[in-house]
């Protein structure tokens, strides 16, 4: 029990260590050196709890996303404004973690892991927002539903992306007539 103690505590070392560097100096900060440092561990703990550097970002990452989830339980109760409006917290409350996932995500990785798993976390994000517009309304195919999904998630995407250039774009503004747009 005591050593699953120690790597609980290893572990919560190293995603704060990591939170704060990408949150002092973004993405070139967080190297597995100034982590591995930053968490007082050898980079031989790092890896018996991760694959790589960028595992470790995305699970901060995943972190603050379900931080503003509206339905954390998947009860089914979240609406597409409610998603839309935790996809403008989540970049707006943590830029510099946001722009991080932005960019982790269109440039890629070595770690083919990591691309599956932002594959993934879009596919969930599609399935709720699809879910969120056949509630509000039940005439809408499941195809159409998932089309429209993807056609917002785009958008809101983009936006965030012309935010990341430009933090004086009115990126909540934009977001809501994009879900306007599809509600």
Known sequence: MARYQVGIRTETRILDATRDL??????????LKAICNRAGVQAGSFYNLFASKEQAIMRVARDAIRAVDPDPGRAGTDTIADLVEAYVRFVTDQPELARIYLQIAVSGSNDDSVARRF???????VERFADALQRADASMTPSGATQMAEVLLGALDGLAF??????????????KAAADQCS
């Open 22 to 31: 990408l949150a002092e100096g973004g993405l070139e900060a967080a190297t």
């Open 162 to 175: 012309r935010w990341v250039l430009d933090q004086s774009f009115d990126f909540a503004g934009h977001a």
């Open 119 to 125: 594959l993934r976390h879009h596919v969930r994000r």
